[in-house]
């Protein structure tokens, strides 16, 4: 089964513009997770979904962040505009069970914003 | 709230030496489950073990052990042997029942030299 993809790897941006990362959980998992890990914040959570709804955005740092799961098998993280200070390396994860489950992650987008 | 605590920042071991990475958690569940992940250089994220707050055995795979401790709540997990590719960041996290998310420590960054 493959595992959660995550696109771009990569992002390479100036300051201002739209940023879209796109995440596609495990099949049959119903908790999903947006990290983002800085070398200052280490690994924090920016927002999670169970069953395809919001469930707790207070990471969310900004307005300017804003995160959709339109169905199960798909959801994105935005930010608008972005700023230097977004650079990090974004991670999604997925859960069978948000309260028991481990977390499988994608393998990250790597966001620099000049 | 909950809180996960990975006091050492840093550590450095030569191959074969054994090692233990400390990790001590705060939650007022009674009904909690605690994780250990590795991100090796190349940054992905990789789950390792799982724990309830059930159940006090410690776990042994291979050269990796945990051992956990609610008298002090602690889950400290210990690497026997090490090698070179054991190098990699370990993330400590709790999830409770109330909170329904998993928190992380910062992290210990393991280096291993030949």
């Known amino acids: 089964d493959a595992g959660v993809i995550q696109s771009p790897r990569h992002e390479v941006t100036e300051m201002g513009q739209e940023v879209t990362l796109r995440c596609k959980p495990i099949?049959?998992?119903?908790?999903l997770f947006w990290y983002r890990q800085t070398m200052m914040r280490g690994l924090e959570l920016l927002i999670y979904?169970?069953?395809?709804?919001?469930?707790?955005d207070s990471g969310m740092p900004e307005d300017r962040f804003s995160a959709k799961m339109p169905n199960a098998s798909f959801s994105t993280l935005k930010i608008q505009p972005s700023e230097p200070r977004d650079s990090a390396v974004y991670f999604c994860?997925?859960?069978?069970?948000?309260?028991?489950?481990?977390?499988?992650f994608g393998e990250g987008s790597r966001l620099t914003v000049l | 709230a909950q809180k996960v605590t990975q006091a050492q920042t840093e550590i450095s071991v030569v191959e074969k030496e054994d090692v233990t990475l400390d990790c001590v958690y705060e939650t007022r569940d009674t009904t909690y489950y605690l994780f250990w992940y590795k991100q090796p250089p190349s940054g992905e994220l990789v789950f390792l073990i799982r724990?309830?707050?059930?159940?006090?055995q410690n776990e042994i795979s291979g050269r990796y052990s945990w051992n956990f401790q609610k008298s002090t709540s602690s889950f400290n997990f210990t690497i026997t042997a090490s090698q070179v590719v054991d190098s990699a960041v370990y993330f400590c996290?709790?999830?409770?029942?109330?909170?329904?998310?998993?928190?992380f420590g910062d992290g210990t960054t393991l280096t291993v030299k030949p």
């Open positions: 996290a709790l999830s409770d029942t109330n909170a329904g998310k998993s928190t």
């Open positions: 994860a997925s859960s069978l069970d948000r309260y028991t489950g481990e977390l499988f």
């Open positions: 099949s049959g998992h119903n908790s």
């Open positions: 724990r309830n707050s059930f159940d006090e």
């Open positions: 979904f169970n069953n395809n709804v919001p469930i707790d």
